[in-house]
């Protein structure tokens, strides 16, 4: 990961985005070639049927609330994480590897976030579980961008990305949540559709604080606090997105009576 930000900087962000859709497109295009579901009828591959259930798919609205709320949310702070979080730091003046060290910082608590919620969602569900930890999530990444960055500290840095990973990083539970709502061989569909949406979102949020920025690259820390107010308000937006799941498996469990 700290070897990704040091090509990042070396590169730009727009040049690392390019050498991972070259590569990234043809495994998964591979991957659609040789990963096949074990069917034993030619029917379930027919055109028709997966244009039929692609239709069906599309028509759920759980689709589209995992889709964006997945998006809003896990784009976002996987972006910031990634890529602003370094043009953030180098504004403070410092160092490659110490902006380098504070991305790492985050992705460990993304995996340690992953642990707690699931440990979490045991004794409250996983609903709840996923809307208070992003809740507190989002406070806390106010905090550290627009508080914590201004005490030029990295030893307070430090464990403020990391508990940004580890509450807003929790927002990766939402596609296995609701894809237990639907069969399980529209599962893969599913994952698709949603994933295709969070790549599009993601696409749009990673220069989204561009909009706000001088063109010059040597950006002030103010300057660039400013423009990721964008990212606070996406994160909301997925957050609001997602709290709908509740009452559409509602409206559905009361259909079904």
């Not at 964006?68 to 730091?89: C, D, K, R, Y």
Request: a positive charge; glycine letters at 8%; hydrophobic letters at 55%.
């Amino acid at each position: 990961l700290m070897a990704t930000g040091l090509v990042y900087d070396a590169i730009g962000w727009r040049s690392l985005y390019i050498i991972w859709a070259v590569v990234m497109i043809p495994i998964a295009i591979l991957a659609w070639r040789f990963i096949k579901p074990n069917t034993t009828s030619t029917q379930d591959n027919s055109i028709g049927l997966w244009i039929t259930r692609l239709i069906w798919l599309l028509k759920k609205p759980l689709v589209w609330i995992c889709g964006l709320s997945f998006g809003l949310t896990i784009a976002t702070i996987g972006n910031f994480g990634f890529i602003w979080n370094i043009n953030l730091q180098k504004s403070l003046g410092w160092g490659k590897f110490n902006a380098n060290l504070l991305t790492f910082v985050f992705v460990i608590g993304v995996i340690v976030g992953g642990y707690f919620v699931t440990w979490l969602s045991k004794h409250i569900g996983e609903y709840l579980a996923v809307v208070i930890n992003m809740s507190i999530g989002l406070g806390v990444f106010i905090v550290c961008v627009f508080v914590t960055s201004s005490l030029r500290e990295i030893l307070v840095s430090i464990p403020m990305l990391f508990f940004v990973g580890a509450t807003l990083g929790t927002g990766t539970m939402i596609q296995p949540y609701i894809a237990r709502f639907f069969d399980r061989d529209m599962s893969a569909m599913f994952f698709g559709i949603t994933t295709a949406i969070y790549l599009v979102i993601a696409g749009i949020i990673v220069s989204a604080p561009m909009w706000h920025l001088a063109s010059e690259t040597n950006w002030q820390a103010s300057d660039l606090r400013l423009a990721l107010i964008p990212y606070f308000v996406t994160i909301i937006v997925g957050i609001g997105i997602f709290a709908m799941t509740r009452l559409i498996i509602k409206q559905r469990i009361n259909e079904e009576r």
